[in-house]
């Protein structure tokens, strides 16, 4: 299950809820839908990044507590940067396979509006002792960077955004693609997408981080590059949560889908974003397939820059690939988006009556996860109402 991503801002859809909140929406409709076995799991695993504040505290006992689940229930909160949601769904189906757990909700929550960006306030962002090459740089400037690495013009990061905005606006109320979204407060659906993006305003479009260059100048060595990535190339700041139920064979309803691999990669922090593209080569491997037999693919839009990467260097059909739009015109709510381009793909999937679907999660400073599922015949998804 998934939300709607709202706007971060104080008049954004999804502002007025708690962060806890958000998850206890959809544990409360992943019960409607799948009975008391996801009313009682035996944990539940939650990737958030910026965990201060409202999102402070152990951020999944909170929303264990509000949820009122089991005393018993364990309580994992998970920071993997933009990858989180999708390491707490690995780590889960880990857990299962080890006999471990029987059954599990992992996911991830991202309330921007109320914690943003950074506001942990973490040593690590701005401390100048560390070695040039462990010193935090902003993803944002680690796409421009990548952007100059790979020769990119401005005119392929504008095809990548112009096509996300596109079938964003194109899909976002088709029932088919969204039904495992839920309402979700006042929202319905996606905030974030712009329709009335053209190929005119994006060529328009200022970049607008060159500035960080001169402030992390130390941290790149004293390299520049020319800045290309607008606002419009960028994922938008969100609030959103997405959480899914992990068990073993023969547990409740028909599961959608079975898990057949899941990777999780470091990289060069020089080569930032790139994480997830030897994440993805590692499930693949895993799972015995090319990308050539996977039916639908989500690969997070981590800027402009990355996607067009993928699309690019790799043998993935277009068609396949992040079919109901991005991050690019629905955001990234950071801890969560692994967990609703889990959702995102399911839905996906059953769509098109897929087999293989494959989801890519690549964040900052070298942080990558990918996991490759199989669609199973014979689920019936329930009409889910309002929370």
């Not at 392929?156 to 839920?182: E, F, H, M, N, Y």
């Not at 959480?243 to 899941?262: D, F």
């Amino acid at each position: 299950m998934r939300t709607p991503r709202g706007k971060a801002r104080p008049d954004g859809g999804l502002a007025a809820l708690s962060p806890q909140e958000l998850v206890r929406q959809q544990a409360a409709a992943l019960a409607a839908r799948c009975g008391d076995l996801a009313a009682t799991p035996d944990a539940l695993l939650l990737g958030c990044v910026t965990q201060s504040g409202t999102q402070g505290g152990h951020i999944a006992l909170v929303s264990k507590l509000h949820a009122a689940l089991p005393d018993a229930t364990a309580a994992h909160s998970i920071n993997n940067y933009c990858a989180s949601g999708l390491s707490a769904i690995g780590q889960a189906v880990a857990k299962i396979a080890s006999g471990e757990a029987t059954h599990i909700l992992a996911g991830g929550v991202e309330s921007m509006s109320s914690a943003p960006f950074l506001d942990d306030r973490a040593g690590f962002y701005t401390n100048d002792e560390l070695p040039p090459r462990a010193r935090f740089i902003p993803p944002v400037l680690a796409a421009d960077r990548l952007a100059h690495a790979e020769g990119m013009t401005r005119a392929d990061l504008d095809a990548v955004a112009l096509a996300s905005q596109q079938r964003a606006g194109a899909t976002d109320t088709d029932p088919a693609l969204q039904k495992s979204r839920i309402a979700t407060g006042p929202l319905t659906r996606e905030e974030c997408v712009r329709p009335q993006t053209t190929a005119g305003t994006l060529a328009a479009a200022t970049p607008a981080f060159g500035e960080l260059q001169t402030r992390y100048a130390d941290a790149l060595g004293g390299a520049t590059f020319e800045p290309l990535h607008s606002v419009a190339h960028a994922p938008p700041i969100c609030d959103g949560a997405g959480l899914a139920l992990v068990g073993g064979s023969g547990l409740g309803p028909p599961p959608r889908a079975r898990v057949v691999a899941y990777a999780e990669s470091g990289g060069d922090p020089a080569a930032s974003l790139t994480a997830g593209f030897a994440a993805m080569d590692r499930v693949l491997a895993r799972a015995g397939l090319t990308l050539r037999d996977i039916d639908r693919i989500e690969f997070m839009e981590a800027f402009a820059v990355t996607i067009a990467k993928f699309l690019g260097d790799r043998d993935a059909d277009p068609a396949r690939v992040n079919v109901s739009g991005g991050h690019l015109a629905k955001g990234h709510p950071m801890g969560a988006s692994g967990a609703i381009l889990t959702s995102t793909l399911l839905d996906a999937l059953d769509a098109c009556s897929g087999r293989y679907g494959l989801v890519v999660l690549t964040g900052a400073m070298g942080v990558g996860a990918a996991m490759v599922v199989e669609r199973m015949e014979g689920a019936t998804l329930v009409a889910i109402p309002i929370v």
